[in-house]
């Protein structure tokens, strides 16, 4: 073996080595978020999660320290890039956005992403009050509230915040009811209906919420 070929080989050691914690991490991720689905929070232990990753329980220990830890990791995951994508299309939008803009800038990025093998966990979340308002809202959600409320109170002074707020969260109901369904929707759809895709689905949402949000206050 050459100089050359004992470099390169430990080069690709060292490679090898610095890319199996990454591997780790993301395994442990996969698997909490998985058996997080389907037994829930509190029904997963971390030797559950260690045996679906096929890791020992000193590397969930190195990367995440503790279950709690694990379970707001396996969430910001998700939430995270669609959360920074919608300040990202709101800023683009200027300062004065149309209804429209607003929705399409909340919207857009979870439509657009594949959350189809997170199902479950979602379903979890959504039916676990306690898990939706602290590890969810007030980590994650909190500020994305508060700067499409303010921004959607520019673009209709007329409603009160409390108003916004309420059909904020009957939008957000109409897009996790979507989300939920979407491998079903074509066969709830009538026959005449030949396009179903992501942008399809956004405009009819979009074109929903936005009457929602002009309609005036009270019967």
Request: hydrophobic share 45%; aromatic share 8%.
């Amino acid at each position: 073996m050459t100089l050359d070929d004992r470099h390169n080989q430990s080069y690709d050691l060292n490679e090898r080595m610095i890319a199996r914690p990454v591997d780790t991490k993301t395994r442990i991720l996969d698997a909490a978020e998985k058996l997080f689905g389907q037994n829930g929070f509190d029904g997963t232990s971390l030797r559950d999660i260690t045996a679906e990753a096929d890791v020992n329980l000193a590397a969930v220990n190195y990367h995440f320290q503790s279950k709690d830890s694990l379970i707001d990791a396996v969430i910001a995951r998700r939430v995270e890039p669609v959360n920074q994508k919608r300040l990202e299309m709101l800023a683009a939008a200027g300062p004065d956005p149309t209804v429209e803009q607003i929705l399409i800038a909340f919207l857009h990025p979870l439509m657009q992403a594949d959350f189809s093998p997170v199902y479950p966990l979602m379903a979890r979340i959504l039916a676990s009050p306690d898990v939706f308002i602290t590890r969810l809202f007030k980590k994650y959600l909190v500020v994305i509230a508060d700067r499409f409320g303010d921004a959607l109170n520019k673009a209709l002074p007329e409603l009160s915040r409390s108003e916004i707020v309420w059909r904020m969260h009957f939008t957000g109901g109409a897009m996790a009811h979507v989300l939920s369904r979407a491998h079903a929707m074509p066969e709830l759809m009538p026959d005449h209906v030949a396009k179903f895709d992501h942008q399809t689905v956004l405009a009819q949402l979009v074109t929903f919420a936005a009457a929602g949000f002009r309609a005036k206050e009270g019967f």
